[in-house]
């Protein structure tokens, strides 16, 4: 009796265990050597804000932070910049490069699109019924007729594209070579699964009304899919919309012509059919019966906090590369569907690990070959995105506020090409920054961003780039006039570093400073330029660490 009760006990402790808690449970007990020791303020005031703000704290909030000796002081910075204004953004940005991989279009416009992911992250819309939405759309509902972009932008409008896009970013499965026969390797990638997915897809296309509002309508769906391998193309098979691995949907027949169809021609656009294929993929993809969803989810959203998936890639998911923690895999999936696929609750859980706030620091004695990246015993370092990198350079130089105040204009003709060859001049406005920012730290379309590339053209930018330079002039309000009214030079090195690294300098930094300032007495201000140029030249500014 008396084993029976303390089994109960433990139980109920564990139910009782924050998810943070069971996390760094799971990762510790697996990590298999020393672990990194805790990350700094300083470490995890500006990891935590590129992570959920997507940009480094200014000077003033970050002096506030390290001088803050309250305990709760990370919660609470955490809940913060949940709950502020930054967190739609990034959360928008990253999303974007996420879903759409920098392709370019011009159905939706990149403002509509901003302003929709915005509003339902800034509402934490439940994960399903983001995706559910983002599926489903088709123009009728004027706010969210911006998620057509997802179906339209930069070759989507290839069902086979789309097919496989939509396996991999929300599946976790890139079924690219199960279009042409099983695929060769992986035994959980089948034909039949590929074309199932394809067979939810392939009735939908892009059509504008009488008044050139784009809709995403679909036609009738009559028939199976027929497929064969071109390895034995003499067997047909056929199959309905199904789920990889799911039960295929039966295709109605209708006796009377007409009778396919639950409201007639309108305004330019097709009768919509009873039968929705694509409409269905929304239900069937988000419902709680299937794990691969929130799998796949809570996977790519720890590789946004972590730097690396528990599967990773994150689009082989499949028992030959089978998560690096397997039960953590299965507690997040459970615990992001038991909070109704709260995003911002499965973010915070994961800030609030010792697994994210470990310094990148290796632990004494170890060195880095000793330490597999998926063993999470110290933080990864990731690279800024694009858009990260543009937010930080603007906030370390005082540039944002101008920048994001200048007037979008209508006919911008900005191109990466023709201001390169300096044909154009810099970009004064905020999406012609991203443009460039994009086009330099970004992949080419198409091409996911989940894997450290280092560049020669990333740190040529920041040595190089004239529009670096141009944001040190001494304009109202920037670094260099803040860094310009101070005599004291230990005043220069603390606000540079403050501004620029989010760490206080040490002492030889601080020496460095006065000892350059000091034989530059006569140049002063260009001096103060060339300090800040060097620091945004680093490997610790370019990194989130």
């Not at 009796?1 to 697996?30: C, F, K, W, Y």
């Not at 569907?337 to 499965?346: I, P």
């Not at 970009?427 to 280092?454: C, S």
Request: aromatic share 8%; charged share 25%; net charge negative.
């Amino acid at each position: 009796m008396v084993s029976v009760l303390l089994i109960g006990m433990q139980t109920a402790a564990t139910a009782e265990e924050p998810l943070h808690a069971e996390i760094d449970r799971l990762v510790n007990a697996a990590a298999g050597g020393s672990l990194a020791e805790q990350s700094t303020d300083a470490e995890f005031l500006r990891r935590i804000s590129l992570d959920l703000a997507g940009a480094i704290p200014t000077a003033a909030k970050t002096r506030s932070f390290l001088n803050d000796t309250a305990p709760d002081k990370r919660t609470r910075l955490i809940d913060h910049l949940l709950a502020g204004d930054d967190y739609p953004r990034r959360m928008q940005q990253a999303l974007t490069v996420m879903w759409l991989e920098r392709r370019a279009g011009t159905t939706i416009k990149d403002a509509a699109w901003n302003k929709y992911l915005q509003a339902s992250f800034a509402a934490n819309k439940p994960w399903n019924e983001f995706v559910r939405e983002l599926i489903a759309t088709d123009g009728s509902d004027e706010a969210a007729r911006p998620a057509i972009r997802f179906f339209v932008d930069g070759g989507r409008a290839d069902h086979h594209q789309l097919t496989r896009d939509v396996g991999r970013l929300f599946l976790g499965m890139d079924l690219q070579c199960a279009q042409c026969h099983d695929h060769p390797s992986i035994e959980d990638y089948l034909q039949a699964d590929y074309f199932g997915l394809y067979s939810y897809l392939k009735q939908s296309k892009l059509q504008a009304d009488k008044q050139k509002i784009p809709f995403l309508v679909e036609t009738v769906t009559q028939t199976r899919i027929e497929f064969q391998s071109v390895f034995t193309p003499e067997d047909k098979s056929q199959t309905g919309p199904r789920l990889p691995g799911g039960k295929e949907v039966e295709i109605p027949t209708f006796e009377k012509k007409g009778d396919e169809f639950a409201s007639p021609a309108k305004d330019g656009l097709p009768g919509v059919p009873k039968f929705q294929p694509r409409k269905l993929l929304a239900e069937h993809l988000t419902s709680n019966e299937n794990r691969r969803f929130a799998r796949n989810a809570v996977n790519r959203f720890w590789f946004l906090m972590m730097g690396r998936g528990i599967v990773h890639p994150l689009d082989l998911l499949h028992r030959e590369n089978p998560p690096s923690h397997p039960e953590l895999l299965e507690l997040l999936t459970d615990r992001f569907v038991a909070h109704k696929y709260d995003l911002k609750h499965l973010l915070r859980e994961i800030a609030l690990t010792a697994a994210y706030q470990r310094s990148s620091l290796l632990p004494d004695g170890v060195k880095a070959t000793d330490i597999a990246p998926a063993s999470y015993r110290v933080a990864l370092t990731k690279p800024l995105s694009a858009e990260q990198m543009a937010w930080t350079l603007m906030t370390a130089t005082g540039n944002l506020t101008r920048i994001t105040d200048t007037p979008i204009p209508e006919d911008s003709k900005f191109t990466y090409k023709d201001y390169v060859n300096d044909r154009i001049p810099l970009p004064d406005n905020l999406p012609d920054v991203l443009l460039l920012f994009g086009a330099t730290f970004g992949n080419p379309p198409g091409v996911a961003e989940t894997e450290f590339a280092p560049s020669t053209k990333h740190s040529l930018f920041l040595m190089n780039e004239k529009l670096v330079f141009n944001w040190l002039q001494p304009r109202e309000g920037t670094l260099m006039q803040r860094l310009s009214k101070l005599d004291n030079s230990k005043a220069v090195a603390e606000e540079l570093y403050l501004t620029v690294l989010t760490r206080r300098p040490e002492t030889d930094e601080t020496d460095i400073v006065t000892e350059f300032l000091e034989q530059n007495k006569d140049r002063r201000q260009p001096a103060l330029a060339e300090l800040a140029w060097v620091l945004l030249s680093t490997a610790e500014f370019r990194l989130n660490h």
